[in-house]
């Protein structure tokens, strides 16, 4: 059982729903955010829990492509043959998911102790900020998500793999892989949702069991209602923000936010 109050745990859901698409990385978030405050730390399945809420806010805002995917991923099975973009990009978001499930499986036991330094974290945001910043500055932005290929596909699932370190992002090293392989802004922004849905839904299906195991209250159900609301409202908010003025306040934000971390640990001493 965790032991945030309600409070709390509406706040770790909103963080974890704006933070999840925005490439500000939500697990720096709720990693520090109990370490800054002196909070109980929910740990990390109840992190994973709240991952339900922003599972269901893709499925809704998303839900005439997640039909299509269906269809298409169906169809590349009946038939063996990957023909159509919907069947190309169900294959595709398959190949992105390997290296994260493959790596997250091997590199657990660190993503829970060592990678949640927050002194690791700081120089993680610091560092996925500037490459961000340069990337989306020097990057043409005119390839459509039509034209990618599965190679281009395996080299975002590789930059995935990365966010297992707090304070990369997992959003935030996907649309970064996409910038640098000069997709567009919203297409690597919409690639990067849809491929983070297997990953989510498989650390759910790994994680909530053994929360489910110790219980669940009403902290719980507050902190998923929460995540879902604000990962909604980040989903919509960067597709149209993104088009007009890039990411550069996102890298800014990452600076700002290490810098605040920075300060705290040298206050602590």
Request: one cysteine or more; hydrophobic letters at 60%; charged letters at 15%.
């Amino acid at each position: 059982m965790n032991e945030l109050t309600l409070w709390q745990a509406a706040v770790m859901g909103t963080l974890q729903g704006l933070a999840e698409f925005l490439p500000i990385s939500s697990s720096a978030h709720l990693s520090l955010a109990p370490w800054a405050f002196g909070w109980n730390s929910p740990g990390l399945a109840f992190d994973v829990s709240l991952h339900l809420g922003t599972l269901v806010a893709l499925f809704a805002y998303f839900r005439a492509e997640w039909v299509a995917l269906a269809r298409g991923a169906l169809n590349v099975i009946a038939t063996r043959r990957v023909e159509t973009i919907e069947e190309r990009r169900a294959v595709f978001i398959v190949i992105a998911t390997i290296p994260a499930a493959v790596f997250g499986l091997l590199l657990e036991d660190y993503a829970e102790t060592i990678f949640r330094a927050p002194a690791l974290t700081a120089t993680m945001l610091i560092v996925m900020g500037a490459i961000l910043w340069w990337a989306d500055h020097t990057a043409p932005r005119t390839r459509p998500l039509a034209e990618m290929t599965w190679k281009q596909a395996l080299i975002i699932g590789f930059a995935q793999v990365c966010a297992l370190v707090p304070g990369v992002s997992r959003s935030g090293a996907t649309m970064t892989a996409g910038r640098l392989l000069q997709f567009d802004r919203q297409s690597a922004a919409i690639f990067s949702f849809l491929m983070s849905m297997p990953v989510i839904a498989a650390a759910a299906v790994l994680k909530v069991p053994k929360l489910l195991s110790e219980g669940i209250d009403a902290t719980i159900v507050v902190g998923i209602t929460s995540a879902t609301i604000s990962s909604w409202l980040a989903i919509a908010v960067l597709l149209r923000f993104i088009q007009r003025r890039g990411f550069a306040v996102f890298a800014i934000y990452r600076f700002v936010l290490a810098a605040a971390v920075y300060a705290l640990i040298i206050y602590r001493g």
